[in-house]
């Protein structure tokens, strides 16, 4: 009785084509949720940073932000939570003369409206560099007071944790 002909699966080109497909996936963020992500932790956080006067939660920016990003990520299968940054984000205006001015002529660096940022700067860069999860993404958005915070914290940030 004759064998049949079984041609040999080289096991070695099929190893190396999954080790390829898996580099290739895994670099543009396409693995599976169970592989990458550590146990609690998400795939994105969306950080607003309101702007001067801004009230935490409930400031009508960061609820439309909040909105139109909610509408796009419906079709997407990303687990993500929303923060409105932790910070003072100290009024300027009329009601508040002297932080206004303290503000122009400090450049926004020095008395109320200063420390104000500084605070804003220091617990964006806390939020971002100390997570526990090393594979969430971050994604910011702020206006205003929340626009400068964002901006002086840039330098200080892990990169590869922004979503640019």
Do not use: H
């Amino acid at each position: 009785m004759r064998k049949k002909y079984q041609p040999k699966i080289k096991r070695y080109g099929t190893f190396r084509l999954r080790f390829a497909l898996l580099a290739l996936v895994s670099s543009v963020g396409l693995l599976p949720r169970f592989m990458v992500r550590a146990e609690g932790c998400l795939d994105v956080r969306i950080v607003f940073v309101r702007g001067s006067g801004g009230e935490r939660w409930v400031d009508k920016n960061y609820l439309e932000f909040k909105a139109t990003i909610e509408e796009k990520l419906k079709t997407i299968d990303l687990s993500y939570e929303f923060i409105d940054l932790d910070y003072p984000a100290v009024g300027v205006g009329i009601n508040n003369l002297g932080v206004m001015l303290g503000a122009f002529f400090g450049a926004g660096e020095a008395y109320e409206f200063g420390k104000s940022v500084k605070t804003g700067i220091n617990n964006l860069v806390k939020l971002v560099n100390n997570s526990a999860c090393p594979n969430t993404k971050y994604v910011l958005g702020g206006y205003s007071q929340g626009a400068m915070v964002i901006s002086k914290a840039l330098p200080s940030l892990n990169e590869s944790k922004i979503i640019m």
